[in-house]
């Protein structure tokens, strides 16, 4: 026996007989069994799991997760005996199931005596959301069956739950806890996909993202949020890189075909996602060839894309385009103009795009039409001479997708941002994918690859086994693994959003080097990216043919393709790694023999300075030996940091109230007070402060305090701040834009109260206000019971966004400015 610190659970699946009384929405696990490779990389309990012929029909099935970690605060009050747990006093019980998992928390007791509150969470506190959930605080009292008690915080069972809590609130007399376990759903997939590399972080990315796929995989269509936030629906978008992942991990055609079809119908009031549904078709077709599927959503794509033609100029609502500050910050600035610009390059694509798609299918009318729409509006975008200065990182990712990349100007500006490695990076891993996209065509992967690692890594650093829907890799340092992250624009943030998932697809075709040149991959293209440290990949793609696999190594020259009956590898690219050729021998096995194989001449080739490219490789299994003149061995290159702006702050959190000796010299505001109160004074250099998506509160207007802050021209204190307005939808976030006249430098100082102990933790953002590019790491404010300062310097414009974290919000109380040392 032992008191629970933190105990080490061995991971099996167990299912305890529980109550008859108690019955799980779907059945047990059945229908395959654990056949599968196991993969280290991968965070999926499941991923040995395979069934015998899983469908899009299937119902969804349970498995059951016992923690992997189990923590007792305080220690002596829980003592425990295998699975068996003596409560002995008041506390609190953590579980770590070790990975996020779509599931419910149950536990068995036959003597409970006292009444014990649940929780779950995607991270190490007690989850909240916005209002509008069924259980926005996900605590509450557990639900009895019998000797098992559920906890449940919505109709359908499922959270996003890494882990959860038992609380123990009252003590009368010893009891006991057995059997505690999540109950998770799956939707039956096989992977078919597979991926691996000599870097570690690359394996672990590729397979998290299919598996926060598959975790949203709902009973009939592909979800977009697995912690309940009011918003549980099928966002047709969001789908755009999560089907295409499951196109590359899972090859599960019906599955993705069906979704396609459930969404056609809707855009969720969203331009941008209109135009996602026709790629997520088109990629849909060029995976399977399934030309009767594509010809049956034809007119629904032609209306879509038509609709996109005619509203080019004059623009629709957007509505939404990302919750990058540079895309309009989500749903509050939509027609900001690189959301716009964004918008008709993402136009361009789908047009050119589906115009090859029906070129494909004979249909000549309409691949003409949409390549006529194309080059009318390409040709208008390059008579613009101001290109330069309204396209930024996202409008020219999406030009280059749309096929731009040979353009002068489009060449020149993606050469710009696409090597800062800071400002390459969006907000969330939705438009991530499309930016990385463009660094693959522009020829820019080994820059992909530190984008990569810095967002999607990022997020494996921190803790995370799924994808997040925002991420800023600076959260690394100034939060410990699995804390809770700052919410923002976009509300209360989900740690499992399958919208992330696309750098999986990526990684198969741009690293792998997988790609269909011919729908249904009758005829494809292997092109490995491998370059300095990165050596060897290896790895499948599912096609309606049969796998391809490749295996590709640059040190030891051992390479080998498997092409699949029916099809052809128009390239093949065998790897120089900077590095010439000496010889190249190629066998192909034989026949009707697992062992034999047979040399073969090679005769059908071409180079480059990167490659020797195989050309019409016919399908059968191939080993290739690379032998090099020179050996090389791996280097890792140096990264260049983060340019921040901004990269010096000071915190004080002795001063109070007590500000007028100390801040302000040159001007101020104090929130709170109505404008006749003599509560700020603007210094010269500044134009304006404006403050956005916030609300006020007065907390005080009579009893003296320190941490109030004193009104210079008034001896009447408030203690008042703005606050962000949670928990309302997508108000967990407040701007503060201060405009400067000119160039001048001075320094800029925020205090934070939280003057009535609601345990605030808040985040703030700083944005240079012209081009929108964040300046500075995230910043961490938190213990602010008795108030604290923050203090910055700059020159020029800037955006402040300040974001809840934990608590009821966050408050600013005031502003102050002063010239800089």
Not at 131 to 136: H, I
Not at 254 to 283: C, E, M, P, R
Request: hydrophobic residues 40%; proline residues 5%; positive net charge.
């Amino acid at each position: 026996m032992m008191r629970i610190g933190t105990v080490l659970l061995c991971y099996l699946f167990f299912y305890s007989k529980a109550d008859a009384q108690l019955k799980e929405p779907y059945k047990p696990l059945h229908g395959g069994s654990y056949s599968g490779t196991a993969v280290q990389a991968s965070p999926d309990p499941l991923i040995r799991y395979q069934w015998k012929n899983p469908r899009a029909a299937d119902s969804l099935q349970v498995y059951f997760l016992p923690p992997k970690k189990i923590s007792g605060v305080p220690v002596q009050s829980f003592v425990q005996n295998k699975n068996l747990i003596t409560v002995n006093g008041k506390g609190d019980l953590l579980f770590d199931f070790g990975t996020e998992s779509a599931g419910w928390i149950e536990f068995e007791s036959d003597d409970l005596a006292d009444s014990v509150e649940m929780s779950i969470s995607e991270y190490n506190e007690p989850a909240i959301v916005n209002a509008g959930a069924q259980n926005p605080v996900k605590t509450k009292r557990p639900v009895k069956y019998g000797n098992r008690y559920r906890l449940q915080l919505n109709e359908e069972l499922y959270e996003g739950v890494r882990f959860a809590w038992i609380h123990v609130k009252q003590f009368s007399k010893p009891w006991h806890i057995k059997n505690v376990q999540l109950v998770c759903q799956v939707k039956p997939v096989n992977y078919k996909g597979s991926f691996y590399t000599n870097d570690t972080m690359l394996n672990r990315i590729w397979y998290t993202g299919a598996y926060v796929v598959k975790l949203n995989m709902l009973q009939d269509y592909f979800g977009a949020i697995l912690m309940e936030r009011s918003d549980r629906h099928s966002w047709t978008g969001d789908a755009y890189p999560a089907q295409a992942t499951a196109l590359a991990a899972f090859g599960n055609y019906d599955v993705v075909k069906k979704n396609i079809a459930f969404t056609s119908g809707q855009d969720n009031g969203i331009a941008a996602y209109s135009v996602y549904w026709v790629l997520s078709l088109i990629d849909y077709y060029n995976y399977t060839g399934d030309t009767k599927f594509l010809k049956a959503y034809t007119a629904n794509a032609d209306r879509r894309l038509e609709r996109a033609f005619r509203e080019y100029d004059t623009l629709p609502n957007l509505g939404f385009m990302g919750w990058d500050e540079r895309l309009g910050a989500g749903f509050e600035n939509t027609q900001i103009r690189e959301a716009q610009n964004t918008y008709r390059m993402l136009c361009i694509n789908g047009w050119r795009q589906f115009a090859k798609a029906m070129s494909s299918v004979n249909e000549n009318n309409l691949a003409k039409k949409y390549q006529q729409y194309a080059a009318e509006k390409i040709k208008q975008l390059l008579a613009d001479k101001k290109i330069a200065d309204q396209f930024g990182i996202h409008a020219v990712s999406e030009a280059i997708n749309a096929g731009l990349i040979n353009e002068s100007i489009i060449h020149l500006l993606s050469a710009s941002l696409f090597a800062d490695r800071l400002n390459r990076l969006s907000y969330s891993p939705f438009n991530q994918f499309f930016i990385i996209q463009a660094m693959a065509l522009a020829g820019q992967n080994a820059d992909a690859l530190t984008t990569i690692k810095d967002c999607w890594g990022g997020q494996i650093a921190y803790g995370g086994t799924s994808f997040f829907e925002v991420y800023r890799p600076s959260w690394n340092g100034i939060l410990n693994a699995n804390d809770a992250p700052p919410n923002n624009q976009c509300g209360y943030t989900s740690l499992a959003h399958p919208w992330g998932a696309g750098v999986t697809k990526w990684l198969t075709e741009n690293v792998l080097g997988i790609q269909p040149v011919k729908p249904g991959f009758k005829r494809f293209t292997i092109i490995p990216f491998l370059k300095d440290s990165l050596t060897q990949v290896k790895g499948t793609m599912p096609t309606p043919f049969g796998n391809i696999a490749a295996s590709f190594n640059i040190q030891s020259g051992d390479c080998e393709i498997t092409i699949p009956p029916g099809t052809i590898a128009e390239r093949v690219g065998l790897p120089k790694g900077g590095r010439p050729i000496d010889k190249i021998t190629l066998s192909k096995k034989l026949p009707g023999n697992s062992v034999g194989y047979r040399i073969e001449t090679i005769s059908n080739t071409d180079e480059d300075s990167n490659y020797i490219y195989l050309k019409n490789v016919q399908a059968g299994n191939y080993k290739i030996a690379i032998t090099y003149k020179i050996l090389n061995a791996s280097r890792v290159l140096p990264l260049e940091p983060f340019n921040y702006i901004i990269q010096s702050f000071a915190q004080d959190s002795t001063t109070g109230g007590n500000w007028t000796r100390k801040f302000g010299k040159d001007g101020y505001v104090l929130f709170g007070y109505p404008d006749s109160a003599g509560s700020k004074k603007i210094p010269s250099y500044i134009d304006s402060v404006t403050l956005k998506k916030n609300a006020i509160v007065i907390w005080d207007s009579i009893s003296p305090d320190e941490a109030v802050l004193e009104n210079p021209n008034s001896k009447k204190q408030l203690a008042a701040a703005i606050i962000t307005r949670d928990p309302e939808a997508t108000n967990q976030t407040m701007t503060i834009d201060v405009a400067v006249k000119g160039n001048h430098p001075y320094k800029l100082t925020m205090y934070f109260l939280d003057w009535d102990k609601k345990d605030r933790r808040s985040a703030i953002e700083i944005f240079d206000a012209e081009t929108l590019n964040i300046i500075s790491p995230v910043q961490l404010i938190n213990h602010y019971e008795k108030g604290k300062y923050i203090s910055f310097a700059f020159d020029r414009s800037v955006r402040i966004r300040v974001n809840h974290v934990r608590g009821q919000n966050a408050a600013v109380s005031g502003i102050f400015f002063d010239s800089a040392d």
